[in-house]
């Protein structure tokens, strides 16, 4: 195994100013002609000696080792984007600066701080949470608080089971809200007066698995009832984690790009495919159709030849054969 250490640069000009307190460790598999070996990437984390209140600082991972970010709006095609850092201004790209609307996602604290970015620019965004991301958290806890974890995961299948009835019935917007304000509401209104006096009464360790899970669902409340009040919106975003899901279960097999091209070209093609999937298209047909007509197209009829719309036109044409 190889080591490489990776110091931030304020530490390297001024190494007498800083405390090491921890340090953040990546490993990837790495080759050389004739050889494997295990690549480690240690970044130790500091913190001002004179200053320790400030938030510690650590050196930013490798541009080969990048980030996935994924968008999806519901009916449309799912979007991959490949970028260096998980930062929230890495959203300023991914969203159009004239979106006016809803974005469903959990509870990572980039986009928290995109939206308010948004809001002084005058293009407020409302966000939406997501009650996958807060069950998990009360599953992790069940080890250690079995009754009370046990008893919110029973309430939160109560909500998921409305929403399973209502894509049954195929739920139109005034069903759907009707559901959700005579039944859903209630449990909501519930869960929250009991995790309000857990908290306040200390019940659970803060650093402990249940402490954390209720500290995340308080913290997220005000997004996880947005879909309460407005129709249109799930009550998670499971889409776009399902979305996710082949490519983090593939990234075990390579592990890292190798450089920031191929990251690139990988989102593409994951963008391709699963939209592929999402539309009911089997890629190998829909890429050999597509590469083969692509030549002879122009730029204006890049927009026939998306997932969707080509998934429209093969249904058009088979309904005139049928005819």
Known sequence: MEQEVIEPAEVKENPEAFRC????????????????????????????????????????????LQQRWVAHRPGEDVL???????????????????????????????????ARH??????????????????????????????EAGWLLIQIGHLYDIERRLRRQRAGRALRNAYRSSQSRPICARIRRLLQRWYITRRFLPQ?????????????????????????????NNLVENAIRPTALGKKNWLFFGAANAGERAAVIYSIIESCRRHGVEPYSYLRDVLTRLPSMTNRQIKDIVPKAWAAAKKADATRKAA
Not at 127 to 147: I, Q
Request: aromatic share 12%; hydrophobic share 35%; proline share 7%.
């Open 208 to 236: 402990s698995t249940m402490g954390k899970a209720i500290h995340y669902a308080l913290d997220q409340w005000e997004s996880l009832e947005v879909y309460l009040q407005d129709p249109l919106i799930e009550i998670d």
């Open 21 to 64: 307190i921890g340090e953040e460790v990546t490993e990837m598999l790495d080759y050389r002609p004739a050889k494997f070996f295990r690549h480690q990437i240690i970044r130790r984390k500091f913190v001002h000696r004179q200053q320790p209140e400030l938030a510690p600082i650590i050196a930013p991972l490798p541009e080969s």
């Open 80 to 114: 991959f984007e490949w970028q260096t850092t998980r930062e929230a201004k890495c959203l300023q790209k991914l969203i159009p600066i004239d979106f006016n609307g809803t974005v469903q996602c959990d509870g990572y604290s980039a986009y928290d701080h995109f």
């Open 118 to 147: 948004r809001a002084s620019q005058g293009k407020p965004i409302l966000l939406a949470g997501c009650w996958a991301h807060t069950r998990r958290g009360f599953y992790e806890a069940l080890d250690h608080a079995p009754k």
